[in-house]
């Protein structure tokens, strides 16, 4: 399972011209989940983000994570994560799960992440959608559950 974090100022999403999600300081998180991920991998990801001490504290240093800010979260599914550029140019998506199971995974992982009393927002999976996003630093972390 990967994910690409971005800390945000703002972010949203919008789906067939219409704000499906959107947040304010926090993350965005783009979620690819790959074949094979399991439960371990999805328990990985949850206990990591929420405590990812990515903002700043009163010293400028990152020591805080967006459960120290109550910080908001936009979660947004995203397949081409799972991209393959080593051969041509086109990219292969054969390591990317099947729909079914794959949307599932994501639910689950919104889910988790609700749980931890965060405002959570999200895309909708499968859906064409244009994701806006005001990157704070930038600060991009790119987490695998493999690695």
Not at 39 to 48: G, I, R, S, V
Not at 70 to 79: A, M, R
Not at 103 to 122: N, P, V
Request: aromatic share 6%; net charge neutral.
């Amino acid at each position: 399972m990967k994910a690409l974090i971005q800390r945000v100022t703002h972010s949203a999403v919008d789906i067939e011209g219409k704000t499906a999600g959107e947040t304010g300081n926090g993350l965005l998180i783009f979620l690819g989940v790959m074949k094979g991920d399991t439960e371990k991998d999805l328990a990985y990801l949850l206990k990591k983000i929420p405590q990812l001490r990515i903002f700043e504290d009163e010293r400028n240093k990152l020591n805080l994570s967006v459960t120290d800010i109550s910080g908001e979260i936009l979660v947004i599914s995203q397949f081409t994560l799972s991209a393959d550029c080593r051969k041509g140019n086109r990219p292969s998506f054969e390591s990317a799960e099947e729909p079914g199971k794959a949307q599932e995974m994501y639910l689950r992982f919104i889910d988790g992440l609700q749980a931890t009393g965060l405002r959570i927002s999200s895309g909708k999976f499968g859906a064409h959608m244009r994701v806006h996003l005001t990157n704070d630093g930038p600060v991009t972390i790119m987490l695998d559950s493999k690695a």
